[in-house]
T-cell receptor, first 115, second 116 residues
Framework: NAGVTQTPKFRILKIGQSMTLQCTQD?????MYWYRQDPGMGLKLIYYSVGAGITDKGEVPNGYNVSRSTTEDFPLRLELAAPSQTSVYFC??????????????FGPGTRLTVL | AQSVTQLDSHVSVSEGTPVLLRCNYSSSYSPSLFWYVQHPNKGLQLLLK??????LVKGINGFEAEFKKSETSFHLTKPSAHMSDAAEYFC??????????????FGTGTRLLVSP
């Protein structure tokens, strides 16, 4: 049981390049999330998914796209990289939501630098 | 809207001394509150969570937090710090978006430094 895995761990992009950050979970969780973490800040939600085929925007979706074709995978796409997208990206998953406050399980992160 | 404020960006303690990381929250209803820990170059790990049951919540690695509604606080404590506790700690509150989706709102984090 690997939990939430992310690839790559590190990446340097040039302005205008594109890339996909991969995220896979093996816990059969319905909910998946993408966050970005900027220095000295908490995590901000980029996109989330409540199940295969269903995604929605979070707080900071501009410049990103997502898809969810399977329960396990939730890739994040950067189409035209900009320096403002330099950040650490975390993928997370949870079984559900609700007043019980379902725990989110986080991957190890992808450190992205755009030059 | 729900929010959290972590009152200290850095806290330094000596090994074996108590740890106190402070968090105040703002919520229009009874919130779910969490503390997550992030070790260097790692993902976040849940330490503990409050979901309107007991106000004193015990977590992993000897940490605990007390929910105080009158003070809108959810401070994290540990009686005796260990070197391995050195990490970034995030106080988190859940909030319901217009779509009904439950979103986590993160504080800016407190870096705990532990000296020998």
């Amino acid at each position: 049981n690997a939990g939430v895995t992310q690839t790559p761990k590190f990446r340097i992009l040039k302005i205008g390049q594109s890339m996909t950050l991969q995220c896979t979970q093996d816990m059969n969780h319905n909910y998946m999330y993408w966050y970005r973490q900027d220095p000295g800040m908490g995590l901000k939600l980029i996109y989330y998914s409540v199940g295969a085929g269903i995604t929605d925007k979070g707080e900071v979706p501009n410049g990103y796209n997502v898809s969810r074709s399977t329960t396990e995978d939730f890739p994040l796409r950067l189409e035209l990289a900009a320096p403002s997208q330099t950040s650490v990206y975390f993928c997370a998953s949870s079984y559900g939501q609700g007043r019980a406050g379902d725990e989110q399980f986080f991957g190890p992160g992808t450190r992205l630098t755009v030059l | 809207a729900q929010s959290v404020t972590q009152l200290d960006s850095h806290v330094s303690v000596s090994e074996g001394t108590p740890v106190l990381l402070r968090c105040n929250y703002s919520s229009s209803y009874s919130p779910s509150l969490f503390w997550y820990v992030q070790h260097p170059n790692k993902g976040l790990q849940l330490l503990l969570k409050y979901t309107s049951a007991a106000t004193l919540v015990k977590g992993i690695n000897g940490f605990e937090a007390e929910f105080k509604k009158s003070e809108t606080s959810f401070h994290l404590t540990k009686p005796s710090a260990h070197m391995s506790d050195a990490a970034e700690y995030f106080c988190v509150v859940s909030t319901i978006m217009n779509t009904g989706f439950q979103k986590l709102v993160f504080g800016t984090g407190t870096r705990l430094l532990v000296s020998p």
